[in-house]
Structures are given as C-alpha cells and as structure tokens.
T-cell receptor, first 115, second 108 residues
Framework: KAGVTQTPRYLIKTRGQQVTLSCSPISGHRSVSWYQQTPGQGLQFLFEYFSETQRNKGNFPGRFSGRQFSNSRSEMNVSTLELGDSALYLC??????????????FGPGTRLTVT | KNEVEQSPQNLTAQEGEFITINCSYSVGISALHWLQQHPGGGIVSLFMLSSGKKKHGRLIATINIQEKHSSLHITASHPRDSAVYICAVRGGAQKLVFGQGTRLTINP
C-alpha cells in the first residue's frame, strides 16, 4: 500500500498570501489529522477530520482552516500568511478516529517558508 | 510548565550502549505515543501505549499511569537509531500534546 502523501513538499510564499496544502491518506483510511512543527514550538495539533467532518481543533487562529473530501483526501488552508507560519506541516492518517486508539501514519510533510 | 516533559533533551552515546529516554506528563491521558523523526522530517510512530510495556525489536516502551511517566529504551544502540524521539499524549480533550523531543546521536 502507498503511504501518506503530501503535496507540495516545499513551498515558498510571501506574507499576506494564502496557501493550500494537500494530504492523501493511505487507501482505506478515513481519518486525517494535521500538525504544525516549528523549531520554537515543536509539534502542535492543528485539526482532525473524519468522514468529511472536523472532529477536533487545536489552538490556532481562524486563518488556519481545512476540509476533507469524500475520498478522505484532505486540504488545509492558511490565509494572510505571517512569517511565523513558516513551518513543517505534517498530516497523519488512520483507519478510524485516532481517539479510538487507531495507529496514525505520518506523511513526509510540506515545508512552508514565508518571506 | 509544559504538559509533556522529556529528558534528556540531547543524548550522545556510543554504539552498543543501552539508551533510556524519559517522558513525564501532567494530565490524565487515554494513550501515550512514542514517535521517531529522522533528519528531513519524516515521522514514524513507534509505540502507542495505554498501560504496561511493549517491545518491538530492540525498542521497549513502558508506561506507569499512576506516576504519569513513560520510558523508551533502546538496547544495543546503532548509529541508524540516531534521530529525534518524541513523546506525545492524548489527553482529556482528545488532542495530541507533544513533548519537545530528545535528540539522540549514536556514534560508531
């Protein structure tokens, strides 16, 4: 089975722009979670989607949003980019909701640089 | 104080040594995860624990729920074990909260 894929892998944007990142889960997985990793804050939970519904959300401003499609693929969007949004954005998929103790499988991440 | 504290932050050892990384947390949890992250960013989930002990090859993870503490052990360490090891807990709000990670370097 193919693993979790994320596109693009690298991205450079300018302050004020918006960006959309994509995550394709492992075939058959219905849950996708997103995480942000920065040198200063480490890994932080962004949101979790299951069956096209956001089930949980981290402490991020409304500029961060996401969605999940009927094929379980997920996108996250960041509007009005700030320098502090520069980070590695990781998604992880699981068969069921991770809160039900399903194992999560991580993608390689998208490295976003905001200049 | 962070909800999840790892120690040490950095660890350098010689090949073959027994390695222990510790994780303490301050909230009630439903599960604790140990993750491995290699340079380049890819993360691999090593263990998911809610009680007791798990073993996979040279890796062993233990958790003591009463003491809110978990340890990750690596036996017969090898340079390919060099990575950042991250502890994460799923707390009451069912969100994953991560420790800051332990950077492990194994020298040949």
């Amino acid at each position: 089975k193919a693993g979790v894929t994320q596109t693009p892998r690298y991205l450079i944007k300018t302050r004020g722009q918006q960006v959309t990142l994509s995550c394709s889960p492992i075939s058959g997985h219905r849950s996708v979670s997103w995480y942000q990793q920065t040198p200063g804050q480490g890994l932080q939970f962004l949101f979790e989607y299951f069956s096209e519904t956001q089930r949980n959300k981290g402490n991020f401003p409304g500029r961060f949003s996401g969605r999940q499609f009927s094929n379980s693929r997920s996108e996250m969007n960041v509007s009005t980019l700030e320098l502090g949004d520069s980070a590695l954005y990781l998604c992880a998929s699981s068969l069921g909701r991770p809160t039900s103790s399903y194992e999560q499988y991580f993608g390689p991440g998208t490295r976003l640089t905001v200049t | 104080k962070n909800e999840v504290e790892q120690s040490p932050q950095n660890l350098t050892a010689q090949e073959g040594e027994f390695i222990t990384i510790n994780c303490s947390y301050s909230v009630g949890i439903s599960a604790l995860h140990w993750l491995q992250q290699h340079p380049g960013g890819g993360i691999v989930s090593l263990f998911m624990l809610s009680s007791g002990k798990k073993k996979h090859g040279r890796l062993i993870a233990t958790i003591n729920i009463q003491e809110k503490h978990s340890s990750l052990h690596i036996t017969a360490s090898h340079p390919r074990d060099s990575a950042v090891y991250i502890c994460a807990v799923r707390g009451g709000a069912q969100k994953l909260v991560f420790g800051q990670g332990t950077r492990l370097t194994i020298n040949p």
